[in-house]
Nanobody
Framework: VQLQAFGGGTVPSGGSLRLSCTAS????????MGWFRQAPGKEREFVAA????????YYTDSVKGRFTISRDNAKNTVYLQMNSLKVEATAVYYC????????????????WGQGTEVTVSS
């Protein structure tokens, strides 16, 4: 399974971006999907996850109400809509796929995309 994330860029504080991650190979529709981010000098952290069915979503507290994860299994794509962006959201964002239960733990994910960089300017 190959995951390709795109949609990053530079936006002003308060702005919005939508990240996309497209899968090729494998059975995307059966994977829980997650978004993680890694800021310079920091560890990779969980952002959001979505059940393979799209029926359940999970967010880290700092993005609740501002970020939305969604998926389109027909397009093998997972999205992360990010609104009201803050400077502290600046990071490289990675999408990841889990064959079983995704959750917030990076170790649960077998497949990782290459990352897309998001910069939020003050």
């Amino acid at each position: 399974v190959q995951l390709q994330a795109f949609g990053g860029g530079t936006v002003p504080s308060g702005g919005s971006l939508r990240l996309s991650c497209t899968a090729s190979g494998g059975t995307f529709y059966s994977y829980d999907m997650g978004w993680f981010r890694q800021a310079p000098g920091k560890e990779r952290e969980f952002v959001a996850a979505i059940h393979w069915s799209g029926g359940s979503t999970y967010y880290t507290d700092s993005v609740k109400g501002r970020f939305t994860i969604s998926r389109d299994n027909a397009k093998n794509t997972v999205y992360l809509q990010m609104n009201s962006l803050k400077v502290e959201a600046t990071a490289v964002y990675y999408c990841a796929g889990a064959r079983s239960y995704g959750s917030s733990r990076p170790g649960n994910y077998e497949y990782w995309g290459q990352g897309t960089e998001v910069t939020v300017s003050s």
